[in-house]
């Protein structure tokens, strides 16, 4: 009787698909091709980018076709963008990534051949590149219950807030790992805690009905608490940077009251009162062309003005609870004029300025400033919305099984990300709302993701006890980060890119890097 | 008018007697002495309808009992929903708290390494193996030598398990006393939950129980908790955890058991 062999084991099969990928990714172009036609469209407007270029297949590859492209809109060599590129396919509507070369990803596969003019759609990316943390670099003790909500400071990665049950709200030295000022006052939970997009001052909201605010370098409290709500605080907003009249920032939080309160940080009262909802307002999101826009459990969300407290739009098409928002312009809105080379501009003019640019080229598609709106809901879809051109929705964003209840926006405006009770997380196309892959991993609800600034890599919270960090190109897992010892409530991605923050019901923070 | 209605019809001609008032509320104080009365000396299927109308009077009164003492709670400051803390986002759910709760009074329990060896039940009565097993006799062959036996208690046998051919099949489990599923409380929740058997880790009598399968009071066996979504530090579910047996299986006709945390 022969011997047989036993199978192989999980280990040596990976190891032979492996080394089998790496094998035809070296596999060489043929050289004998010649070329093919391509057309540049840019992704964000679907305006072709100058005439069709004809191409040698066998020097197709994505680093020469990001040459070709930046030759043709003219960038100096100095200011060389990279790009990604993919191919929408004319039957099924599908997108192709372009990885290596068009060679492999679509004359290959048979999807185009050399005769046709291939349309590449191409998205600039990030000229810097954020690492993937993989690491736990301090878990800090301190909260005395768990923790409700994290930010990071706009200006840099080492200082942290985090609000917690146990009526604190604390700043943390991430550089160091170690507590820098406890913020007492609040006489409950502290549930939402926001930076001010200069970074000088934190706002805090509770259980107990009233917004705080503290400076966020000494630490103490500007003033007693600012009441006025008869319902806890779930959601807090600053006034856009370049909004906001000099030496007189505003805030506006959301409650379970139903109504928004606009503050005056400074003469702390009330500006104006937003009222209309009928139950709980969730979120509160205070959009760069001055507009508030907040969802609720009512089904609805609503634009304000908030110089007059008048009720612009409405818009309905969710049919249960809606959860939570968020803008395409977000991130440039959290960050105002702090941006990844770290240059902080000297006067208060050219603070404006700066904000203001930024903002403009984040919320620019076709020479028209455009916040776009996607709203999350216990109904299991989402809405895409264009709120300047229509009460109308652009998309329905379907695939949770179960409520959505956090949704972002990635920096560069391309992606959405949403987190659902069905353990997944979904990643959408920015610009039509389609769908372009899941991320599938966690074994409990996800709570919260947040998009690393150069939008290429993803991390989520759950309650699986583990953050995760997704590779947005690629769908797949970049790396699984245990280590807390109960559910994660809230994330924070550092707006540059350095640290991720996190804390949850094991009260303990957590700091991780690369 | 229907004939039965002669009081009523009565009382709208000519009003109720004058007493009328003192009188029910005399009968209504004598209610419970008559009541009393009644339950003591009915007899027969009188007797036992009594009980019965009364049995469900009982019931009636118990929950009005209850509501009315739900009713005078005075509820305490509406604030705090939730006794733990939780982010806005879970607050207005209802939500599934039973394996959450859980898994963090786990790790409390966890950091007590005192508690990581006791089991509820430390100490068990001995079975020894005359009362376990009953020697079967039938045949020729297994009558001279008396080698085969039945266990006569519950047994827990794997899906996997296949019975040698009776020529050599030394210990009989039989069919009607083996057990899939127990129902495992757990301890700090309060939650009862029933859950399919992986394995008996330890039978306390004996070492040949354990690999028997034998569920007596006092085993640990491995049960199947994934649907109750606990999850390690890693972020794997949980799959199996030891319970220990806490009734006495053959008396009950089911498996009782108390999950170890």
Sequence with gaps: ?514 | MPQNEYIERWQKQHGKRLDHDERARKRTAREGHKASYDAQNLRGLRAKLYQQKRHKEKIQMKKRIKAQEEKNVKSAADDEPSKTPLPQYLLDRSQATNAKALSSAIKDKRSEKAAKFAVPLPKVKGISEEEMFKVVNTGKKTHKKSWKRMITKPTFVGNDFTRRPVKYERFIRPMGLRYKKANVTHPELGVTVQLPILSVKKNPSNPLYTQLGVLTKGTIVEVNVSELGLVTTTGKVVWGKWAQITNVPENDGCVNAVLLV
């Design chain 1, 1 to 514: 009787m022969a011997t047989l062999l036993p199978p192989p084991s999980k280990r040596q099969k990976l190891a032979v698909a492996e080394k089998a990928r790496e094998q035809q990714e070296l596999q060489s172009i043929p050289s004998d091709l010649g070329s093919v036609r391509v057309q540049f469209f840019d992704q964000a407007t679907g305006n072709a980018t100058g005439p069709a270029v004809s191409v040698p297949v066998a020097d197709a590859n994505v680093k020469n076709l990001e040459t070709l492209l930046n030759t043709l809109q003219g960038n100096d060599d100095d200011d060389r963008v990279p790009y990604r590129f993919t191919h929408q396919s004319d039957k099924e509507g599908q997108t192709i990534d372009i990885p290596a070369d068009l060679y492999h990803s679509l004359l290959q596969p048979g999807i185009k051949t050399t005769e046709d003019t291939i349309s590449l759609f191409f998205t600039p990316q990030a000229v810097f590149r954020v690492k993937a943390v993989s690491r736990c670099a301090a878990s800090i003790a301190g909260h005395g219950e768990a923790i409700l909500a994290t930010s990071f400071s706009p200006v840099s990665s080492s200082t942290m807030v985090s609000g917690s049950g146990d009526s604190t709200a604390r700043v943390w030295d991430c550089d160091t790992g170690t507590p820098l000022h406890t913020l007492k006052g609040h006489t409950s939970w502290v549930l939402a805690v926001a930076y001010s997009p200069n970074g000088a001052i934190i706002a805090t909201g509770s259980m107990d009905n009233s917004v705080r605010v503290w400076d966020a370098k000494k630490g103490q409290a500007l003033g007693g608490p600012m009441k006025g709500h008869s319902k806890w605080i779930t959601s807090l907003a600053w006034e856009p940077y370049h909004l906001q009249e000099s030496g007189r920032p505003r805030v506006a939080s959301s409650s379970k009251d139903s109504t928004v309160r606009v503050w005056d940080v400074v003469s702390r009262h009330s500006d104006v009162v937003l009222t209309g909802h009928r139950s709980s307002v969730t979120c509160v999101r205070w959009g760069g062309t001055g507009q508030i826009y907040t969802a609720s459990h009512d089904k609805t969300i609503k634009i304000w003005n908030p110089k007059d407290g008048s009720l612009i739009q409405t818009l309905s098409a969710h049919a249960h609870r809606v959860n939570h928002l968020a803008l395409s312009t977000d991130f440039a809105l959290r960050t105002s004029y702090h941006d990844h080379t770290g240059k902080v501009p000297a006067s208060e003019e050219e603070k404006v300025a700066a904000a203001k640019k930024r903002f403009e080229a984040a919320a620019t598609v076709n020479n028209k400033i455009v916040e776009r709106l996607v709203s999350a809901s216990d109904d299991f879809t989402m809405y895409l919305w264009e709120p300047s051109s229509s009460n109308k929705p652009v998309a329905r964003l379907l695939g949770h099984q179960k409520e959505v209840n956090y949704v972002t926006f990635s920096p560069d405006m391309s992606y959405i990300a949403s987190a659902g009770f069905d353990n997944h997380v979904k990643l959408w196309n920015g610009r039509d709302g389609k769908f372009i892959n899941t991320f599938r991993g966690h074994v409990g609800a996800v709570y919260q993701c947040c998009f690393s600034a150069d939008s290429r890599l993803l991390v989520s919270s759950s309650k699986d006890t583990t953050l995760k960090i997704w590779d947005v190109r690629t769908g797949k897992l970049s790396m699984d980060l245990p280590g807390h010892k109960d559910e994660v409530f809230a994330v924070d991605w550092s707006p540059d890119g350095q640290k991720v923050g996190s804390g949850g019901k094991d009260k303990a923070i957590r700091i991780w890097r690369n």
